[in-house]
């Protein structure tokens, strides 16, 4: 054996030695664990699997968007609880970018007040954690609500009350061929947009495509209402008197306390993240990038449009996910005000009532971090195509 | 149209200005008699011009007063930062407004109508705040149920380590790493031993007995000197260069970082005795922090994998020429520069933490906010939950905002020296 094999040796050795030794820890951690929990389980007589999903659940949950009652599956009450959690981290993507663009646009306002206001707001709602908003919001500020007969009256079509907040409800019929018409309408304005950047940068022409695209997004949907046969009715909410007592609101739909209280919690918090990241995003862009952009004569839309955000947005895109993620992993937090949540659908009631806790929490955590995976691979196939094309 | 004929400048300056500050005054005694004398002066309008009437005055009034340049430094000022547009000035109304109605409200609620006096709720008599409720309270909110006569110990404990912490300020630098290595490796003995007792005569208290603000510090202070280790190795594993180390390391983080915090917790109350072998029992405490612990470790790795990317390739290329090893190379060249680099992000990661230990509450473990929870069902002092969340709030918030200028200080003064 000549001197350098032995050293190409003792090199694969430093290599494989470590190597072989994490596997070995991890694998040896995972079967003592594996092997005390079958040994536990035995203890209890309980055999470890997934067959309790088609179980006939027999718990009833407060809030729910698809039809469900104890007579249903753990597997059904389980995807309750995911689009309940789906839900409100929606409504709360939503609020939260639009508080959080708008503070963070506040902050660099040339404005005192408005730029006072706004880093006051995201000092204060950043430096409280979320679970105390939370509980501030549902056992203090909306518990001050007042009783149905005092109703917070909005126009006479919705109503804010302690027991939640009414709002019309949409009756549809034919609702299939509107879906179908916001479907056409996207990929005309897809179209649109195409042709228009073809045209411009062969022949030169403008066409607006902007105006034309949201032309195209309220004429086709209303179209299918002359002519497709959908038709729309609002169900107003009604104040009821059920005894001498006590009111109550019948009709339209309403919106629970604890959704709400979420919803506005999870929002403001994460608000203040997305107004550091915008405003971040925003000053990161050169001033010398806006001064070439106004020198070759661009107006200051154009100068918005074409030359800030674009940049700012690379910017802000990647740190924004990683808020959204938190805000629907914070979503959660909804077990301590009782939104029927995954956490507290699965991993709360229907733990206690199985006593599979393995399987459980398995699950739960295993869907939650399928919704983190898939959104940051979303998000990162995103931020590749906006990023920039080094040639 | 009439607006822009009516441009002011500088040599009708006067009647302008005095134009300007009549509507201006006009539109704020419109808001003012409205607010605080529920007195609508403009009832004449329709409802809408009538609602709108104090903003669209005083909008007048500032248009009016926007004068450029008009040698007035005080005027100009104004104009610069409150009234530099038709928009800004209208911006700067909508927050005054907004300001005149919550602001004075809120400070009746907070300090003018509220209760100081007394020891129940039958002394709170005002309209406001009840903060007999937190002084009551007060000691079950700070230490929880911790026996009264054992408290000191808690103190004592929080005392050493205010002290060793504020010591690394003022002694030399020889000393400061006694300190640290102190902080994390025999601090965490003594304080435990200390507070939970059962050796040298200490009454034994368990942990379900601990709680308030001591324990919110008590679980943050353990899972970040326990988190810190864990995740340098975690972030070296991740930058290793073999496979089965970088794969389990990446797995690892990438596991703890997508789930929340919550399913977590659970996972400790229910899930981790399952695993432990028959008969032996973990303390619930325990369980949280390892919990805790590992679920900050993944995001230490990564403030910390961060910091190693940001060294120049030079520093590892020199120590390698040193013949120094992949140990050597890391602890005395690599980690020494890439943990000063990260102390902000440290720093953030330990805020995060401290705002993420209420959770804890999902196993029964009453911190803060948990005991306020337990307060405010307690049948004597119903309704007082409003009273308790904002004392929570300031409280953490106290902390938090602190420790995040802190940090903020510290990251202006790093970047500078780069």
Redesign the interface.
């Known amino acids: 054996m000549n001197l350098k094999n032995f050293q190409i040796e003792i090199k694969n050795k430093k290599r494989l030695i470590p190597q072989v030794l994490t596997l070995l820890f991890i694998v040896l951690g995972i079967s003592y664990f594996a092997f005390n929990a079958q040994v536990n389980m035995g203890n209890r007589g309980i055999a470890f699997g997934f067959g309790f999903l088609s179980q006939e659940a027999s718990f009833d949950i407060g809030f729910s968007l698809i039809d469900y009652d104890g007579s249903y599956s753990y597997a059904r009450a389980f995807l309750v609880g995911l689009l309940n959690t789906l839900l409100v981290s929606a409504i709360g993507i939503i609020i939260a970018t639009l508080i959080g663009v708008t503070i963070g646009i506040g902050r660099l306002s040339s404005n005192y007040l408005v730029a006072k206001f706004s880093e006051v707001y995201v000092e204060v709602f950043r430096n409280i954690p979320l679970l105390l908003q939370l509980f501030f919001w549902y056992f203090a500020a909306l518990r001050a609500l007042p009783l149905p007969e005092n109703a917070i009256n909005f126009y006479d079509i919705s109503y804010l009350t302690v027991k939640g907040w009414y709002v019309p409800k949409f009756i549809w019929s034919n609702f299939s061929i509107f879906i179908y018409s916001i479907i056409a309408s996207i990929v005309a304005i897809i179209f649109v947009s195409k042709y228009a950047k073809k045209q411009r940068e062969e022949f030169g022409k403008h066409i607006p495509s902007f105006y034309l695209g949201i032309g195209l997004f309220f004429t086709i949907p209303s179209l299918s209402f002359l002519f497709g046969g959908v038709t729309l009715k609002f169900e107003i909410p009604v104040l009821n008197q059920m005894t001498t007592t006590i009111f109550n609101f019948q009709g339209g739909v309403s919106i629970i306390p604890e959704l709400m209280s979420l919803a506005l919690a999870l929002s403001m918090y994460t608000a203040t993240f997305i107004a550091e990241n915008v405003r971040a995003g925003i000053q990161g862009v050169g001033k010398g990038q806006k001064e070439a952009a106004a020198s070759i004569g661009l107006t200051n839309t154009q100068i918005l449009k074409l030359v800030v955000l674009p940049q700012a947005l690379r910017i802000i895109i990647p740190p924004t996910t990683n808020q959204y993620l938190n805000l629907t992993k914070n979503s959660s937090l909804a077990a301590a005000i009782a939104y029927p949540d995954l956490v507290l659908v699965f991993a709360g009631t229907a733990l206690m009532q199985t006593g599979r806790a393995i399987e459980i929490v398995s699950i739960t955590m295993g869907t939650y971090l399928l919704l983190s995976l898939s959104i940051s691979s979303l998000m990162n196939w995103y931020n590749k195509s906006v990023a920039i094309k080094e040639k | 149209m009439n607006l822009i004929i009516l441009k002011p400048n500088k040599e009708n300056l006067h009647s302008y200005l005095a134009l300007g500050i009549c509507l201006l005054s006009i539109g704020f005694l419109d808001i003012f008699s409205s607010i605080f004398l529920n007195l609508n002066i403009t009832f004449f309008l329709p409802s809408v011009i009538s609602y709108l009437s104090p903003l669209i005055l005083s909008a007048l009034g500032l248009h009016f007063i926007r004068i450029e340049y008009s040698g007035n430094k005080t005027l100009d000022k104004i104009n610069?930062?409150?009234n530099?547009s038709n928009f800004?000035a209208i911006?700067?109304l909508i927050?005054?407004f907004v300001l005149i109605k919550y602001v004075p409200p809120l400070l009746n609620w907070t300090f003018f109508d509220a209760n100081f006096l007394g020891n129940t709720k039958e002394d709170c008599t005002g309209e406001g705040a009840c903060w007999v409720f937190v002084k009551v309270w007060f000691n079950r909110f700070m230490y929880g149920m911790y026996p009264n006569v054992e408290q000191w110990r808690i103190n004592i404990s929080f005392l050493i380590l205010l002290c060793s912490i504020f010591s690394i300020f003022i002694l030399p630098q020889k000393y400061k790493k006694y300190i640290i290595l102190f902080l994390l490796f025999i601090f965490p003995v003594i304080a435990l031993n200390l507070i939970s007792g059962g050796i040298l005569g200490l009454k034994w208290i368990e942990t379900g007995a601990w709680g308030g603000l001591s324990l919110t510090f008590i679980v943050s202070a353990f899972a970040l000197i326990f988190c810190f280790p864990i995740g340098v190795f975690l972030a070296l594993g991740r930058r290793s260069d073999?496979?089965?180390?970088k794969y389990?390391s990446i797995g690892f983080i990438?596991?703890w970082?997508?789930?929340?915090?919550?399913?977590?917790l659970?996972?400790s109350a229910?899930?981790f005795?399952?695993?432990?072998?028959?008969g032996t029992y973990m303390d619930k405490l325990m369980r949280v922090i390892i919990a805790i612990t590992l679920f900050e470790a993944a995001y230490m790795a990564e403030v910390v994998r961060g910091g190693l990317q940001a060294l120049p390739r030079g520093q590892y290329d020199a120590a390698k020429s040193l013949g120094m090893g992949y140990w050597r190379m890391h602890f005395f060249i690599i980690l020494p520069q890439a943990l000063k680099l990260v102390i902000p992000g440290i720093a953030n990661t330990f805020l995060a933490l401290?705002?993420?230990?209420?959770?804890i509450?999902?196993v029964g473990l009453l911190e803060l906010?948990g005991m306020?929870?337990l307060a405010?069902t307690n049948p004597k002092w119903l309704g007082m939950?409003?009273e308790g969340?904002?004392f929570?709030?300031f409280v953490?918030?106290v902390i938090?905002?602190t420790m995040?200028r802190y940090s903020q200080n510290l990251e202006k003064k790093l970047s500078t020296e780069r």
């Open positions: 610069k930062n409150l530099s800004n911006m700067s927050v005054i073999l496979p089965a180390i389990s990438e596991l970082r997508g789930v929340p915090l919550i399913t977590v659970f996972m229910v899930m005795p399952m695993f432990l072998p028959d401290v705002k993420d230990t209420p959770l509450f999902v906010a306020i929870g405010k939950a409003a969340y904002v929570a709030a953490f918030w938090c905002f995040s």
